[in-house]
């Protein structure tokens, strides 16, 4: 009997794109579920938990997710996880929505904060481990999305 993630860790087909996208509640609980679900789901694509790729993703998640909870909740408001892989496998691309609209982060380079200071280091982590990211609408729908791309080839 063949499992079917006997060949899991084979490189991304370039020919087929890949996706994942669902909603987790918008909880510390909702977070960590989104964090192993894109862990797995990059594993199952071919990039495994300990590689760099599966790692730099699943800590952008790990941030944009708790932003997403923290500064963007909505009592009775999921927030929504999409992954997806571009068609020639080069890239993948991270987008977190939730429902808050006029909460917006600025796409400026983040400053570092003092030592003293107990928030402000999130988007500082998004900036450097990401090869782009920013905001945008969240269609369709009230809200943003914060999204992250990182290269993979």
Known sequence: MHS?????HLP???K??????????????????ARLFVAHCLDSWGHPYDGGVNETLTLLTAELCANAVRHGRVPGRDFHVRLTGEADGGR???EV?????ERRPAVTDPTVPDAESESGRGLLLVSAL????????RLP??????W???DVG
Do not use: C
């Not at 087929?16 to 579920?33: D, K, N, Q, Y």
């Open 130 to 137: 990401a090869d782009d990211w920013g905001v945008t609408d």
């Open 92 to 94: 993948l691309r991270l």
């Open 141 to 146: 729908g009230p809200g943003k999305t914060v």
């Open 97 to 101: 929505s939730d429902t808050r609209a």
């Open 12 to 14: 991304l087909n370039p």
């Open 4 to 8: 079917p993630f006997s060949q899991r």
């Open 16 to 33: 087929i794109p890949t996706e994942f996208a669902m909603a987790f509640t918008s909880t510390p609980r909702g977070t960590r579920l």
């Open 148 to 150: 992250a791309v990182v």
